[in-house]
């Protein structure tokens, strides 16, 4: 598994000013927070365009994390957001059984890198 994030790269994006990091590290906690229950919403009461809005949650994880090297976060959230792609391109989606498995599964991986990404800020005191 890849790690949580690459300190110092992120450092290298933020001018090498810890506390704007630190910041925006917390600003991507809130964002991705507010993402996952998002999708757990969605996931527990799937109307209007599931995959769709499992989707673009997971885009908007995978872009704040790409941008503060926080590779896990990243891949996982790529991840669900390829599935839910495919997904909401099979009209026979939500009737097969092989694809919920196959969402699920990629937001169980998710919610582990999110873990991680809180277990993490909370070792460096973010």
Not at 83 to 96: C, E, R, Y
Request: proline letters at 3%; hydrophobic letters at 40%.
């Amino acid at each position: 598994m890849s790690e949580v994030i690459d300190w110092d790269e992120a450092m290298q994006q933020c001018g090498d000013d810890e506390e704007f990091l630190r910041e925006l590290l917390a600003d991507l906690r809130s964002e991705t927070d507010t993402q996952v229950q998002k999708i757990e919403e969605t996931i527990r009461n799937p109307v209007d365009a599931p995959f769709v809005q499992i989707m673009r949650a997971s885009h908007v994880i995978k872009g704040a994390a790409s941008n503060l090297m926080c590779a896990q976060l990243r891949h996982t959230a790529m991840n669900l957001e390829t599935a839910a792609s495919s997904a909401a391109n099979d009209p026979a989606a939500m009737s097969n059984p092989q694809v919920l498995q196959n969402v699920q599964a990629r937001y169980e991986e998710l919610k582990v890198a999110v873990q991680n990404y809180h277990a993490y800020l909370n070792s460096v005191g973010v």
